[in-house]
C-alpha cells in the first residue's frame, strides 16, 4: 500500500487520453450568436481564432526575434479571417485600420482582440509586483492595475498578459520579480487584486482589460532558478504551493490563462494534459480559454517532446492549449489534423467557442471600435491622479530593513548628504523589466528627489563611484574624498533593471563585486551608510552592505522613484512595507523560503550549532532578514495574544486577539501576522504558514486590538489522496512581525 501511494504522486501528470474535453457546455454561456458563427466558419477561419502574432515589420519588446510577416500579409490574414487579434501592436491608427478589415471586409466581421503586456503600468509605470507585494496591500495593487487598464485601453487594448502568479522561492530566478513573492496566502490576495483592478466591475467597459493569470503552472519552481528550466516536484507540491494563486485569480474572474515554458516531470506544461483539461476544465471548471506564451508549441521540438511543427500543434492543442502564440504552427498544422480525423472537430469548435464568448464578453461584437476611436496623432498628458497614485505606490512598498543609531530620518537642513552608487543619478534602471510602450512618464531620479527636498540643494554631493559590474577609473576615490565631506552617506546599489526579469537568471545574489568594493571603500571613512538598494529580488548581503547604519530595499518603483525615496528618507512617510520574500544569508542557501518543512534532525530554536543536524557548517539556518520583516521609525511592540477558547471544532471558529504597542513619537504602520502549524498530522507539514495579516495605523504611545478569526478550512492541506483535507490534532499559532518570533499559542482542532 505504502509503495502505491508513494507512486500515485508521480503519476497524474504523465500523458492521459487524447480525448477532446467536454463540449457543448465547455464555454456554457456562449448565446445564439456564437453559435451561428460557428456554424458557418470555415476549419480555417476557426483556425483563425486560435492564432496570435505580434504586429508587423516589428521586433517583440521583451521577447526573442521570431518569424516577422509583412504589413501587406497582415492586411490579408485579417481579411481572411486568419487571425483573432494582435499583442504589443502600439498605436491606435494601425489597431483601428486592422479593426476595419476584421469588421467591415473579412467574410464573418469577427473583430480582434488587442492584447499586451502590461506588468505594472502602461504609460505611468508603477512599481513592480515583486515590489508592490511588498506593500502587503492587496487593494493597492487593485489600484494600479485598475490605473494600467485606463491607460491601456485608451490604446485600444483589451488583455493583458498579467498577474504573474507563480510562487518565486529561489532568488536566482529573474522573474520573481512578477510575482507576488514566496508565500501562498500572500499570493492569492494580490492576485485576485490585480485579476479585480484589470477587468474592472464589468468586462464589457471601454476601460477593462481581460486578465491573464500565467504562467501554468509551477514555472517558478525551475531547477536551479534557471528560467525555462524543468520543473520537478511532487503532485501534493504542485497543488499545495504552486495552483493556488491561480485558482484565486479565477475566481476573482479572469478569463484566460496562460501556459508555462516548462515542464513538469517530464511533460512540458504547454502539452499537459492533465493540468490544462483535468485541473482547469474539469475539476475548476474554468469557462475561458488557455493561450499559449510566446512560441512555446513550437518549443516541443526543443524539449524532445515533439517530432516535429506538426505533432507540437498537436499535442498543445489536444492537450487544452486553445490559442497560440506567434509560432504560427495552429494555422499551419490544424486544418490538415482535423481533416485527417487526429483532432476532433469537436475540439476545435469548442476552442472557438471559448473565444468568441471571451470576445463576446469584453463587448467586441457591440462595440468593436470602443477605445479606439481617440485621436492617435495627440499626445495624451500624464495623469494627475495616476502619478499621485505612483508615489503612494512607491514609497508604501519600501522597506526598511534595519535602522541603527536612528540614522534616519535625515533632516532636510543642516547637514551634508553624499549620494554614492552606480544609481545615484539619472534615471536609468529605475522602472524595471516590462516597460515596453514609449510615451511613458518620465521618471524622477534619486538625485532629483532628494534634492528637491533639501532646503539647499548644494548640501547633496553626487558621485557614481562605481559601474554596476565594473569599476570606473578614479570612480571609488572620488566616492571616499565625497564621503568624507559629507555627514551623511547615501550609497544607491544593487541590480540593474536587465540584472531581473525574464532570461535575467543569477548564479550568485549579492551585491556585484565593483559596488561591493565601493561600499567597502565608503564604509572606511567612518561615515553614517544609508543603502539604497535597487533589486529585483531577495539578495544575499555582506560586509559593509550588510553592516550598514540603515538599509531600504527600494527594488524599482518606476516613475516616482526619486521623490518616494526622498518621501521615505526625510521622514515624510512611515516606512511601512515588509518583505514578500526571504533575505538569505548567502547565496548557497536558496533555494530559501521561511515555510520549509521539518526535519527528523531539526536545529535548537536557538540555532545553536550542533553535530549531526540539519544544517550548514558555514552559516546559521536563519533568514538574514525573514519573509514578513519591516521596521518603521516608531518601534512595536506585541504585548499578549488572547484565544477565545483553547479547542476549534470543525465547522466553528477561533477568535485571536493581539495587542500591539506603539511605544514610539511617530504613529506606526504595523503588519501583524498570523501563522499556524499542526504538530502531526499524516503529511509532513511547513514549520509554519501565514494565515492571515492586517495593516494598522497606531497613534504614538496608544495600543490597538487587532482580531483574527480562524477557521477549520483555514488549516487544510492536500492529503494522500491529493484532495483537500483537514485533520483534527494539537496546533501552534503564532502572531508576529514576521515569519519568525512572535507570540505563541496552542489550540486543538476537535471533531466537535
Not at 65 to 93: C, M, S, Y
Not at 137 to 161: K, M, Q
Not at 725 to 731: D, H, I, K
Amino acid at each position: 500500500m505504502a509503495a502505491l501511494l508513494g507512486l500515485a504522486c508521480f503519476l497524474p501528470f504523465s500523458p492521459v487520453s487524447q480525448a477532446a474535453p467536454a463540449t457543448a457546455e465547455g464555454a456554457a454561456g456562449a448565446d445564439a450568436r456564437v453559435e451561428s458563427l460557428i456554424a458557418r466558419m470555415t476549419v480555417e477561419e476557426k483556425v483563425g481564432q486560435l492564432s496570435l502574432y505580434g504586429p508587423a515589420n516589428t521586433n517583440i519588446p521583451g521577447n526573442p526575434q521570431a518569424a516577422q510577416r509583412n504589413g501587406q500579409q497582415e492586411i490579408d490574414d485579417v481579411r481572411a479571417g486568419r487571425l483573432t487579434g494582435l499583442f504589443n501592436n502600439e498605436g491606435l491608427e494601425r489597431k483601428r485600420v486592422l479593426q476595419e478589415v476584421a469588421v467591415r471586409e473579412s467574410r464573418l466581421g469577427i473583430p480582434l482582440l488587442y492584447g499586451a503586456d502590461v506588468i505594472h503600468g502602461f504609460r505611468t509605470i508603477f512599481p513592480m509586483p515583486l515590489a508592490e507585494a511588498a506593500s502587503w496591500e492587496p487593494e493597492l495593487a487593485e489600484r494600479t492595475a485598475r490605473a494600467a487598464a485606463v491607460e491601456a485601453s485608451a490604446d485600444g487594448f483589451r488583455w493583458t498578459f498579467a498577474p504573474m502568479v507563480d510562487i518565486a522561492r529561489d532568488a536566482r530566478w529573474g522573474r520573481g520579480i512578477e510575482g507576488a513573492g514566496e508565500d501562498v496566502y500572500l499570493a492569492n490576495q494580490f492576485a485576485a487584486a490585480r485579476v479585480r483592478g484589470f477587468q474592472g466591475t464589468d468586462l464589457s467597459h471601454a476601460d477593462s482589460l481581460l486578465a491573464t493569470p500565467k504562467h501554468f503552472a509551477a514555472y517558478g519552481a525551475a531547477e536551479g532558478g534557471l528560467d525555462y528550466a524543468a520543473t520537478d516536484i511532487s503532485e501534493r507540491t504542485l497543488r499545495q504551493v504552486y495552483l493556488p494563486p491561480f485558482r484565486a485569480a479565477l475566481d476573482a474572474g479572469a478569463l484566460s490563462v496562460m501556459s508555462a515554458f516548462n515542464e513538469i516531470s517530464g511533460i512540458p506544461s504547454i502539452a499537459n494534459p492533465a493540468l490544462l483539461t483535468g485541473v482547469l476544465r474539469d475539476e475548476w471548471k474554468f469557462k475561458g480559454f488557455v493561450v499559449s506564451d510566446y512560441t512555446a508549441d513550437e518549443e516541443l521540438i526543443a524539449h524532445g517532446y515533439a517530432a516535429d511543427g506538426r505533432e507540437a500543434a498537436k499535442q498543445s492543442f489536444l492537450a487544452g492549449t486553445d490559442v497560440s502564440m506567434q509560432s504560427g504552427l495552429y494555422m499551419r498544422y490544424l486544418p490538415e489534423l482535423v481533416a485527417s480525423g487526429e483532432v476532433p472537430m469537436a475540439r476545435l469548435d469548442d476552442a472557438v467557442r471559448r473565444v468568441l464568448w471571451v470576445k463576446q464578453r469584453l463587448g467586441l461584437f457591440d462595440a468593436p471600435f470602443r477605445g479606439l476611436d481617440a485621436a492617435p496623432a495627440k499626445p495624451r498628458a500624464d495623469n494627475p491622479a495616476h502619478i499621485a497614485l505612483a508615489r503612494e505606490d512607491a514609497r508604501r512598498s519600501i522597506v526598511m530593513l534595519k535602522n541603527e543609531r536612528a540614522v534616519l530620518p535625515l533632516p532636510r537642513s543642516g547637514r551634508k548628504i553624499a549620494l554614492i552608487g552606480p544609481f545615484a543619478s539619472g534615471t536609468q534602471d529605475l522602472l524595471g523589466a516590462w516597460s515596453l510602450f514609449p510615451g511613458q512618464s518620465a521618471p524622477v531620479g534619486i538625485d532629483e528627489g532628494l534634492r528637491a527636498a533639501l532646503a539647499d540643494p548644494a548640501a547633496l554631493t553626487v558621485v557614481r563611484g562605481s559601474g554596476i559590474d565594473a569599476p570606473l577609473a578614479d570612480g571609488i576615490e572620488a566616492a571616499v574624498a565625497a564621503a568624507r565631506e559629507a555627514d551623511v552617506v547615501v550609497l544607491a546599489i544593487g541590480e540593474s533593471e536587465r540584472m531581473s526579469g525574464e532570461a535575467r537568471s543569477r548564479t550568485d545574489i549579492g551585491i556585484p563585486q565593483a559596488q561591493q568594493d565601493l561600499a567597502e571603500a565608503v564604509a572606511a571613512t567612518g561615515k553614517p551608510v544609508v543603502v539604497l538598494l535597487s533589486n529585483g529580488r531577495a539578495m544575499a548581503l555582506r560586509g559593509a552592505v550588510r553592516d550598514a547604519d540603515a538599509i531600504l530595499v527600494t527594488w524599482f518603483l518606476g516613475v516616482q522613484t526619486g521623490t518616494a525615496i526622498a518621501d521615505v528618507v526625510f521622514g515624510d512617510f512611515n516606512p511601512s512595507g515588509r518583505l514578500p520574500v526571504s533575505f538569505p544569508r548567502a547565496s548557497g542557501q536558496v533555494p530559501f523560503y521561511y515555510g520549509q518543512k521539518r526535519t527528523g534532525r531539526p536545529l535548537p530554536d536557538n540555532d545553536q550549532a550542533m553535530a549531526f543536524k540539519t544544517r550548514y557548517v558555514d552559516t546559521t539556518n536563519q533568514a538574514l532578514y525573514p519573509f514578513g520583516h519591516g521596521i518603521g521609525y516608531a518601534p512595536v511592540r506585541y504585548d499578549s495574544v488572547e484565544l477565545s477558547q483553547d479547542r476549534l471544532p470543525l465547522g466553528g471558529t477561533l477568535r485571536v486577539r493581539a495587542t500591539v504597542t506603539n511605544t514610539g513619537r511617530r504613529e506606526a504602520e504595523e503588519v501583524v501576522q498570523l501563522y499556524a502549524a499542526e504538530r502531526a498530522a499524516s503529511v509532513t507539514r511547513p514549520v509554519r504558514e501565514l494565515k492571515n495579516f492586517r495593516k494598522v495605523r497606531i497613534e504614538p504611545g496608544a495600543s490597538k486590538v487587532v482580531e483574527f478569526t480562524l477557521r477549520a478550512d483555514d488549516l487544510q492541506f492536500v492529503g494522500r489522496d491529493m484532495k483537500p483535507t483537514v485533520e483534527p490534532g494539537e496546533f501552534d499559532l503564532w502572531v508576529a512581525p514576521s515569519a519568525t518570533g512572535g507570540i505563541r499559542k496552542s489550540f486543538a482542532l476537535t471533531r466537535e
